[in-house]
């Protein structure tokens, strides 16, 4: 099997990574949840093992009038190793722009971002690549799926990405996991588009990563595999100690998470209440 050439690619999805062009807190959560600092700054646990760190990270872009647009001033962030949060905000409100710095596919104009302990701002582009490729799981809404490869070739790509062996068991035991053991055979095109999905969330597993990214992770797929995905993405995270920062609308996904937090109650960047962005 051939490897593509080729890293990830920018992920659209909020309002504020309309093809702009870049320039150069307390948490609102549920109960039990607590934010860390005096100043703000969501999070909880020791930072010397923090899974994922942001401290006065910033990004803007320019508009086409020429003015700057703030979309992230975050003082601090932190997420755990092994601990899983719903990032829930309004659209444009910076999260798909946030999953993106965090990942390393969007570079912050100011702060620190640090990843399984690696500062990214420091690693130069073809580093950062193969860290996202080796360290952070992804699953966005474009499921980036290549057409020609089979459901299990594709799940694979996430082993060979990384570096790992590819372990063809360990792909099907998760292709298995979410329902799709038939398909292991099936192209892209040949798959629904909630099969798709459930490709994407295998593939993004397989590899073991430190720090799982997930955008609505469930929005593609019937109710029926909803919770199946859910269960999968919760359990294998919470077998490998692999941390997840889940994005999702659904405030019945949300309930099931001990931890959530709302983007504009630490995102100094965010629009007042009733403005537009």
Request: proline share 5%; net charge positive; hydrophobic share 40%.
């Amino acid at each position: 099997m051939q490897k593509p050439s080729g890293g990830a690619g920018g992920v659209r999805g909020d309002s504020d990574d309309a093809g702009r062009p870049a320039v150069g807190s307390s948490a609102a959560s549920r109960p039990g949840s607590q934010g860390e600092g005096a100043a703000g700054g969501a999070g909880r646990g020791d930072p010397s093992s923090a899974a994922v760190e942001l401290r006065g990270v910033r990004k803007a872009y320019v508009e086409p009038d020429g003015s700057v647009l703030p979309v992230l001033d975050i003082e601090r962030f932190v997420l755990a190793r092994g601990e899983q949060v719903v990032l829930l905000g309004a659209s444009g409100c910076g999260k798909t722009t946030l999953l993106n710095v965090i990942s390393g596919i969007t570079s912050a104009d100011a702060g620190q971002v640090r990843v399984d302990g690696v500062d990214l701002a420091r690693l130069p582009e073809a580093a950062r690549d193969r860290f996202r490729a080796d360290r952070i799981g992804m699953v966005f809404q474009t499921f980036n799926l290549l057409p020609a490869f089979t459901a299990l070739e594709n799940v694979l790509l996430g082993m060979s990405f990384s570096g790992r062996r590819a372990d063809v068991r360990e792909a099907r035991r998760l292709l298995e996991r979410v329902g799709l053991g038939r398909r292991l055979e099936h192209r892209p095109g040949q798959l629904s588009v909630g099969e798709q999905q459930r490709v994407a969330v295998a593939r993004a597993l397989v590899k073991r990563p430190a720090v799982l990214l997930a955008d609505e992770p469930t929005a593609s797929v019937d109710v029926a595999n909803q919770q199946r995905i859910l269960d999968l993405l919760r359990d294998v995270c919470r077998e490998h100690d692999v941390a997840l920062l889940l994005v999702t609308h659904s405030p019945e996904v949300a309930a099931q998470f001990e931890r959530v937090e709302r983007l504009e109650s630490f995102n100094r960047a965010v629009a007042p209440a009733g403005a537009t962005r």
